[in-house]
């Protein structure tokens, strides 16, 4: 089986890195026109483990430390938050790199070695999302990285080596991929992890198998060594607590959507139909494991945010790379090599617009003007500088209300199953607001109005960088991006609820949750956009 030169591979890949990664850098700054909600998020986790406080100890999040550390790491050597990002998007593609040389190299004809390879780096390290849009973006960065990486897992999982026997070296990649996968965000090790075990074990490459597991407990006994055992036990918690949450059941469509409607069911129909006519052509077990691979794919991406299906890119690879040899293999009375390339070009089709949306975000990025930004947080901390959002998105600040509340004859309207109840506190219904635009804005007035409380604020919304804004210090325990939790209510003295929320399923989810708290609720002050009140421990 032919494979890519080594070579010649490593400089392509490491050429690609540097281009994509150029345009970022070489920019004064960087410039988010979409998702600020998310970019806030991940600034509040950042210089909070910047402080020194530690995800699932100091503070409630469902993604593992990797996906943050890399970036918290830059901001402790002195960089400003936007370039402390761009050089942590630059530190993860030449860890992945190696990785994904081996996976790409060992596993794939030249051509398709050199794309993909290519593309798993873009991924990683674009500042667009991947969806067919062209925003520029933070949002969401640590799915891209998991994609990325996880190209390099499926590749290895599906089809064998094209250099021979290398299970040791094949163990020790798989073992360091899956331990990032798991530190990075959870959802990618548990849909693959199993899988890739069966492979090894199916193929009969169980000595693979060992060097992976020692990997896997090196990395994480070195992160044990690094923050202490009880981070694991705050990891679980956490998903456990997101997984459970009524808030978010799924940031998008549902599985059984992303298995079947309009965007997705050419793909998944292409994947099934490539792993029946691959063990149809002589080749059982790689048939299988696309098969097995296939929910997986699915659950990561309805998982993610505006569930894009990456999945397609290392499936066009997988299908190219498992066509029989050109004598006449049959399945059902077709050409198996036929089918297997006419599946192929159908996912480097659908995959078209998601890669050419990666591709294009550093250079979309470049030609921004600064001149219609302005910085995303506190301009005078220097800590913060260099992460700048457009004016008009910042400050254009727009709610979107529910008529049914304020007109009788659109309350009529009503479903009587509906379970969006009104958002209740202290007995007084709040209206039915969300911000649609404008949540830098709106957070910077509110901060300004709760930055004299003379303790710490618990912020009933689904993000809280208020202290950021207003100069105090976090929320000890809080949760940067809140799923309906009162994580952080024992060490604050007052609530803050905002009228009008960033997400109103948050907001109602921890004020019915609260209601239910052994605390007092004291109002202190009011304003149009919130309601401020002193907390009271035990009940009245």
Request: charged share 15%.
């Amino acid at each position: 089986m032919s494979r890519a030169n080594p070579g010649l591979l490593a400089v392509v890949l490491c050429l690609v890195l540097v281009l994509a990664l150029a345009p970022a850098i070489l920019k004064d700054g960087l410039f988010i026109t979409a998702y600020e909600g998310d970019a806030l998020h991940v600034s509040d986790i950042v210089m909070r483990m910047a402080a020194g406080e530690l995800p699932h100890l100091d503070f409630e999040t469902p993604l593992g430390i990797a996906a943050f550390a890399p970036i918290a790491f830059f901001v402790v050597q002195g960089h400003p938050l936007g370039e402390a990002y761009l050089y942590a998007q630059a530190f993860v593609g030449l860890l992945a790199l190696p990785l994904i040389y081996w996976a790409v190299g060992t596993r794939l004809p030249p051509v398709s070695a050199y794309l993909l390879g290519a593309v798993a780096l873009i991924v990683i390290t674009s500042l667009s999302y991947g969806m067919a849009k062209p925003p520029v973006t933070i949002a969401m960065h640590y799915n891209r990285w998991g994609w990325g990486l996880a190209f390099a897992a499926v590749v290895m999982i599906c089809l064998p080596s094209r250099v021979g026997p290398r299970p040791f070296v094949d163990g020790v990649v798989l073992g360091l991929i899956f331990s990032a996968l798991a530190l990075i965000k959870a959802s990618y090790f548990a849909v693959f992890a199993p899988v890739a075990l069966l492979a090894l074990l199916l193929r009969g490459e169980r000595a693979a198998i060992v060097p992976a597991a020692l990997t896997g407990v090196a990395v994480m006994g070195l992160v044990t060594l690094l923050t202490g055992p009880a981070l694991w036990a705050g990891y679980v918690e956490d998903l456990l607590k997101v997984f459970t949450s009524d808030v978010r059941e799924f940031p998008g469509l549902s599985f059984a959507k992303v298995l079947v409607s309009p965007p997705y069911f050419i793909a998944t129909l292409a994947a099934v139909a490539g792993a029946i006519v691959i063990r149809g052509s002589g080749r059982p077990v790689e048939g299988l494991i696309l098969l097995l691979l296939v929910p997986g794919f699915a659950y990561a991406t309805f998982q993610n945010f505006e569930n894009d299906p990456l999945w397609i890119i290392p499936l066009a690879a997988i299908l190219w790379a498992a066509r029989p040899e050109p004598e006449d293999v049959a399945v059902f009375g077709w050409d198996a090599r036929v089918v297997l390339t006419t599946l192929a070009a159908v996912a480097v089709t659908l995959s078209i617009p998601h890669v050419q949306s990666l591709g294009a975000g550093a250079l979309r990025h470049y030609a921004l003007s600064p001149d219609a930004f302005e910085p995303l947080l506190a301009p005078d901390d220097p800590r913060l500088a260099g992460l700048h959002v457009a004016s008009v998105r910042a400050n254009t600040t727009r709610g979107s209300v529910d008529l049914r509340e304020a007109d009788a004859a659109y309350a009529m309207m009503a479903d009587p199953d509906d379970e969006a109840e009104p958002a209740m506190i202290a007995g007084e219904a709040l209206p039915d607001c969300r911000l649609e635009a404008g949540i830098v804005g709106a957070i910077r007035v509110q901060a300004a109005e709760i930055a004299d409380l003379d303790g710490p604020v618990f912020v009933a919304d689904m993000v809280a960088p208020h202290w950021i804004y207003n100069g105090t210090d976090p929320l000890p325990g809080g949760a940067p991006w809140n799923y309906g939790s009162l994580a952080g209510l024992d060490a604050a003295d007052y609530v803050m609820v905002p009228i009008c929320a960033v997400s109103t399923r948050s907001r109602r989810a921890i004020l019915n949750a609260l209601a239910g708290a052994d605390v007092t609720l004291e109002e202190v002050r009011r304003s149009p956009r919130v309601i401020v009140y002193r907390i009271t421990r035990g009940t009245a």
